[in-house]
């Protein structure tokens, strides 16, 4: 199958950190990536790993990657209220990608 | 520079018409994705081109749904005889090349919403 899956929702307050987290069920997926989705706006790639990777990071962002278990997470350090959006995990797959449901993340003062 | 552009953002229309929608993807990108978005949900693969060639079609729904990219630029998806379950976010996505790294990163535009009255 290739089914990619996430939490729905998720609010933590500016300033903490933020974890959004993903699993995945097709072990030949080369690429996982992290987009961002916010009101009126296409989808910005944020970052994406190479499965042979178990961390990257970039800036305030932490991928962190367990192949074994096919899971996924976003870190975003210093969680401002920039920050909110849909957060869309997806994998690379053949010659495309599958996205998951997306997970809202809320920011609260 | 100029990021992927969609034509129309919105489109509504009467259940049985045609419509068209247009990508143009960022200038020199060979590779360009048709995704559909339903509310709440993630993009699904619809159909890509690799330059004018399609590549794959196998995410398109039935046979009303078409794609073209005829000079390895624009590209139009056209849905004939539109149903209501037709209504979604169309997004279109470019990438630069076709194989290395990059061929591995997708950019996407802002979406035309489709609403089948």
Redesign the interface.
Known sequence: GED?EQSLFLSVREGDSSVINCTYTDSSS??LYW?KQEP??????LT?IFSNMDMKQDQRLTVLLNKKDKHLSLRIADTQTGDSAIY?C?S?RT????????TRLQVFP | GAGVSQSPRYKVTKRGQDVALRCDPISGHVSLYWYRQALGQGPEFLTYFNYEAQQDKSGLPNDRFSAERPEGSISTLTIQRTEQRDSAMYRCASSLVTIGLAAYEQYFGPGTRLTVT
């Open positions: 990619v080369t690429y987009y009126g706006a296409g989808l910005q790639l994406y869309f997806a690379w010659d495309k990608l599958i996205f998951g449901t997306g």
